[in-house]
């Protein structure tokens, strides 16, 4: 069976002050790995996805993540918010070309100015 | 580009009243994803498409069906409504083969039962 855990159900950070959200998954195959992005009662907007190769890698609005295999972890960071960072994220996990994916919780972030 | 369109975006309606939700997936896309997302909560994936049949269940109440259309369109019929049914519930579109790794999300239609 496939899960995401997100361990942080809510981060409080300042405006340009670095962002880290913690996503653990557990798959049986290879996994397919997505962070995605939601403002108050919008819709899903994809951050970065993994599939293989760099385990470093880059998506939009200035985030990255980096895929560790040996820890079953796809973190998502950013050096530096923005206040239109404040949403909800969550992380996702899935298989190539299957788009029946299992969240994590998600994790809320709130920016202080 | 053209994304993935849900009608109607918000919706509200009585207990044991029935809705309909509509996606129009991305021109090209073949399969259809259904999630719901309740307040608080992650989307959970209901059923999916794949060429106008269904490809995969999740957790979705038996008062509630879908089907995929020979335009690719889908739509999320739900009836004997229960204030629990109050979600939002969000349609997702995506190509089978290779290169297709990623899902199209919709904007969602709020569901609203009083």
């Known amino acids: 069976a496939q899960s995401v855990t997100q361990p942080d159900i809510h981060i409080t950070v300042s405006e340009g002050a670095s962002l880290e959200l913690r996503c653990n998954y557990s798959?049986?195959?290879?996994?397919?790995l997505f962070w995605y992005v939601q403002s108050p009662g919008q819709g899903l907007q994809l951050l970065l996805k993994?599939?293989?190769?760099?385990?470093l890698v880059q998506g939009i609005k200035g985030f990255e993540a980096e895929f560790k295999r040996s820890q079953s972890s796809f973190n998502l960071r950013k050096p530096s918010v923005h206040w239109s960072d404040a949403a909800e994220y969550f992380c996702?996990?899935?298989?190539?070309?299957?788009?029946?994916?299992?969240f994590g919780a998600g994790t809320t972030v709130t920016v202080r100015a | 580009a053209a994304g993935v369109i849900q009608s109607p975006r918000h919706l509200i309606k009585e207990k044991r009243e029935t809705a309909t939700l509509k996606c129009y997936p991305i021109?090209?896309?073949?399969?259809v994803y259904w999630y719901q997302q309740g307040p608080g909560q992650d989307p959970q994936f209901l059923i999916s498409?794949?060429?106008?049949?269904?490809?995969d269940k999740g957790s979705i109440p038996d008062r509630f069906s879908a089907q995929q259309f020979s335009d690719y369109h889908s739509e999320l019929n739900m009836s004997s409504l229960e204030l629990g049914d109050s979600a939002l519930y969000f349609c997702?579109?995506?190509?089978?083969?290779?290169?297709?790794?990623?899902?199209?999300f919709g904007q969602g239609t709020r569901l609203t039962v009083v």
């Open positions: 997702a579109s995506g190509g089978r083969g290779q290169g297709n790794t990623e899902a199209f």
């Open positions: 798959y049986g195959a290879t996994p397919y």
């Open positions: 993994y599939f293989s190769g760099d385990t």
């Open positions: 996702a996990v899935g298989a190539l070309g299957d788009y029946k994916l299992s």
């Open positions: 021109p090209r896309h073949d399969t």
């Open positions: 498409f794949y060429e106008k049949m269904q490809s």
